[in-house]
T-cell receptor, first 111, second 114 residues
């Protein structure tokens, strides 16, 4: 079955710097890769997603890149702000219903 | 419109008791998922409902766990004879249908088994 690995588990950056979180997946049939942000005491919220027919997608300060050959995808946050501090999860989905999540990255943005 | 809601937000129970957790999906969403999130860990798939199809229960960790859904609305997750290892946040998510991949999560129910 699909396995999604996420690195790093913790990331600390200075406000204004960029943050990069990387994920790898095992099943080459996976075709949908969402990223979720989870703030303390809340459920995960979808922030950006990418499908396997696209290599990069941007939404303001957030971008996701996908390398299908290497089976890895990354989240890039530019000009980080304190409110970006949260836990971020990557995930992979094959086209059925089951979405497999990474273990999460706790991002700290220091003011 | 209203998002996914879950109740209770917190539940403390004694080992061996049964608990019921409730999820109200977004109106019109036919797909509903339950996940378990242990402290500091990722999301573990438990069960999936799609319309009137038979649910996929492949993620349920033991026969103490069960879930029901009434049509395309409310779902309840039941844990019988709770154990301390059941302590976790239980998250519910819904999506418009099987073909729409975006999942919308509720705030979760934090279950503590003492």
């Amino acid at each position: 079955g699909e396995n999604v690995e996420q690195h790093p588990s913790t990331l600390s950056v200075q406000e204004g710097d960029s943050a990069v979180i990387k994920c790898t997946y095992s099943d080459s049939a996976s075709n949908y890769f969402p990223w979720y942000k989870q703030e303390l005491g809340k459920g995960p919220q979808l922030i950006i997603d990418i499908r396997s027919n696209v290599g990069e997608k941007k939404d303001q300060r957030i971008a996701v890149t996908l390398n299908k050959t290497a089976k890895h995808f990354s989240l890039h946050i530019t000009e980080t702000q304190p409110e970006d501090s949260a836990v971020y999860f990557c995930a992979g989905r094959q086209g059925g219903f089951k979405t497999i999540f990474g273990a999460g990255t706790r991002l700290f943005v220091k003011a | 419109g209203a998002g996914v809601s879950q109740s209770p937000s917190n539940k403390v129970t004694e080992k061996g008791k049964d608990v019921e957790l409730r999820c109200d999906p977004i109106s019109g969403h036919t797909a509903l998922y339950w996940y378990r999130q242990r402290l500091g860990q990722g999301l573990e798939f438990l069960i999936y409902f799609q319309g009137n199809s038979a649910p996929d229960k492949s993620g349920l960790p033991s026969d103490r766990f069960s879930a029901e859904r009434t049509g395309e609305s409310v779902s309840t997750l039941t844990i019988q004879r709770t154990q301390q290892e059941d302590s976790a946040v239980y998250l519910c998510a819904s999506s418009r249908d099987r073909g729409r991949y975006e999942q919308y999560f509720g705030p979760g129910t934090r279950l503590t088994v003492t």
